[in-house]
C-alpha cells in the first residue's frame, strides 16, 4: 500500500505536509518521502528509508532546511518516492499509489528504443513512480498524460504531482483509492485519510470521483478532467487498512467496523451456530472494533486477553525477514492470564490471509491456559491475490490459506469450486472450515459473508471491488 498527504497555502506548510505525511505511517514501512516548491529556492526533496525508524524520527532534522508554501509527501511499501521530474511539460515532483502490473511490458515496449532509459533500483525493477512520469510526457499537455498513465496502466494509480503554481491531484481510473481535499482560512490540502487534515485544522471540502483529475491552488479547485461513471473502491479500507477516524465515500471506518461486528453475531444467532464462551475479545488492532460489534450485538462480555507491546516494534512485518517478523510478533503478545486461564474465548480478526501469525496466536493461547479460542473473520476466506493494491498480495494463490486448504482436500479438482468453498452453507465450506480448524487449533471457525461485510460498508456492491474474494473485476 502507501499514502499521500499535499498541502498549497498563503502560509508555510511545511508542518502540514510533515505531520500529514506522518498520519499516514500505518499504510506503509519502507520508503517515505516529501518535497517542497519555494518561489526563492525551487523544489527542495528528501526520501528516507524508514523500515526501521518511524517517519518522524528520520525527517525531522530536515525540516529546518525545508521551506515553500506547497508541498507533498508520501509513505512507500515500494518505491522511494517523490521523485523530481523534468521534462518538456515543466519540472514536478510526482508520487504515486498502486500497482502497475504491466510494468515490464510499458518498458520494453514504449521505452526500450534509442534514447530511452530508467534508473534501475537495486532490485533491478524500474520505480513504478518514474515510470507513471514516463507515461505522462509522452503527451503533449499534462491532462493527456495523466490520462494516458490511467489508460495505459493494468492494476491502479493515484497521482500527486507538485507543480511551481499548484497540486494536482489524479484518481485512480477505477477510484480504489479515496482522494480527498480538505480546506482552511490559508489554502488547501488533499489527503488519502480524511482525519489527517482534521487533525490539522481543515474542513471537508471535496472527495474526487473515479478518474477525475483537479487542480489545487491556495485559493480553491479547478476541474480539469470529470470522473468516470464506474468506481471499484477497496471494501479492506473499511476492513482492515483504513485508519478508524477516517471516512471513504460519507462511510465512516469505526462505524462500519462496530456494524460488521453486529451482522456477524446477529447472522450466527439466526443460525445457532454461536458457541456459549466467557469473553468476546478482538486480534489486536483493526480487529478490535469488529469484536466490540459483535460483543455489543450478542451480549457476550468483551475483553482484552491479550495485548501487544508495540513501543519498540509497532508493527510485526517492519523487519525484512520472514522468520524475523514471526518472532517480534510472537514476542509482542503479552498475555493478561486473569482472561485467559480456563475461559473460553472467542476472537475476531479482521481477516485470515495466509494464517501463520494466527496459528502461533492460537498456540499462545492454549499455552496461557485457554480451555477453548472460536475465531471469526470479518470478511469472507480470502481466495485471490490482490491485483490492483498491496493488499493479499502474493507470489502465489497457494500462499492463501483458505487455496492451500482447498488444495489440500481436492487438488485441481477444488480450484474449480471456489465459490462453493467460500459459502459455509455448503458441504464443500463446511469442509473447508472443518479443516482449518484442524490446522490452525480452532475449536470452531466463522467468516464474515459477503452479504454481510457489504451490507456493513452500505454503498452500492457494484462500486465495490470484491476480487480479493470472489474474483469478480
Not at 520508503?31 to 528509508?49: E, L, P, S
Not at 537495486?122 to 505522462?136: F, M, Q, Y
Not at 498513465?149 to 484518481?171: E, F, N, V
Amino acid at each position: 500500500m502507501g499514502g499521500f498527504f499535499g498541502a498549497i497555502s498563503r502560509k508555510n506548510c511545511i508542518y502540514d505536509v510533515f505531520f500529514g505525511t506522518d498520519y499516514h505511517s500505518h499504510l506503509g514501512t519502507r520508503r517515505a518521502g516529501m518535497a517542497f516548491y519555494d518561489k526563492d529556492r525551487g523544489f527542495q526533496r528528501q526520501i528516507h528509508n524508514i523500515e526501521n525508524t518511524p517517519f518522524r524520527t528520520k525527517f525531522d532534522t530536515d525540516l529546518a532546511k525545508f521551506s515553500g508554501n506547497a508541498g507533498i509527501g508520501s509513505i512507500s511499501d515500494t518505491d522511494p518516492q517523490p521523485l523530481l521530474v523534468r521534462s518538456h511539460l515543466g519540472m514536478f515532483a510526482i508520487s504515486t499509489v498502486g500497482i502497475i502490473n504491466n510494468a515490464e511490458e510499458l518498458v520494453s515496449s514504449a521505452f526500450s528504443g534509442p534514447g530511452h532509459q530508467f534508473m534501475a533500483m537495486s532490485s533491478g525493477d524500474v520505480n513504478t513512480t518514474e515510470l507513471t512520469a514516463a507515461l505522462i510526457n509522452q503527451k503533449d499537455t499534462l491532462i493527456d498524460g495523466l490520462r494516458n498513465a490511467q489508460d495505459t496502466i493494468d492494476g491502479s494509480c493515484t497521482i500527486l504531482l507538485l507543480m511551481k503554481d499548484c497540486i494536482i491531484a489524479a484518481r485512480d481510473k477505477l477510484g480504489r483509492l479515496p482522494v480527498l481535499i480538505g480546506k482552511n482560512e490559508d489554502g488547501f490540502c488533499v489527503s488519502f485519510e480524511s482525519f489527517a487534515y482534521h487533525k490539522l485544522g481543515y474542513e471537508d471540502c471535496y472527495e474526487l470521483g473515479p478518474g477525475e483529475i483537479v487542480k489545487i491552488t491556495d485559493s480553491g479547485i479547478q476541474q480539469l478532467a470529470q470522473p468516470g461513471k464506474k468506481m471499484k473502491i477497496c471494501a479492506f479500507l473499511w476492513t482492515y487498512y483504513g485508519y478508524p477516524n477516517s471516512n471513504y465515500e460519507g462511510k465512516n471506518v469505526e462505524v462500519m467496523r462496530y456494524h460488521n461486528g453486529e451482522i456477524m453475531a446477529r447472522e450466527e444467532m439466526k443460525n445457532g451456530t454461536m458457541p456459549e464462551v466467557d469473553y468476546v475479545a478482538g486480534v489486536p488492532d483493526s480487529g478490535l472494533p469488529h469484536a466490540i460489534g459483535y460483543a455489543n450485538y450478542s451480549h457476550k462480555p468483551f475483553a482484552r486477553p491479550f495485548v501487544k507491546y508495540t513501543p519498540t516494534w509497532p508493527r510485526s512485518f517492519t523487519p525484512a525477514n520472514q522468520e524475523m517478523r514471526n518472532l517480534v510478533a510472537k514476542m509482542k503478545q503479552i498475555p493478561v492470564p486473569e482472561l485467559i486461564q480456563d475461559k473460553k474465548l472467542l476472537f475476531v480478526d479482521d481477516s485470515i490471509v495466509r494464517g501463520t501469525q494466527l496459528r502461533e496466536t492460537v498456540e499462545f493461547l492454549y499455552n496461557s491456559g485457554a480451555k477453548e479460542v472460536h475465531m471469526r473473520s470479518a470478511c469472507p476466506p480470502i481466495m485471490y491475490g490482490c491485483k490492483y493494491l498491496n493488499f493479499s498480495r502474493s507470489n502465489s494463490e497457494m500462499e492463501l490459506l483458505a487455496r492451500r486448504i482447498i488444495q489440500n482436500l481436492e487438488g485441481k479438482e477444488g480450484q474449480k469450486h471456489v465459490a462453493e468453498y467460500a459459502d459455509s452453507s455448503t458441504e464443500r465450506g463446511q469442509c473447508m472450515l472443518k479443516a482449518i480448524c484442524e490446522e490452525m487449533g480452532f475449536d470452531s471457525l466463522g467468516y464474515q459473508s459477503l452479504d454481510g461485510l457489504l451490507e456493513a460498508i452500505g454503498l452500492d456492491r457494484d462500486k465495490v471491488c470484491t476480487y480479493c474474494w470472489n474474483g469478480e473485476e
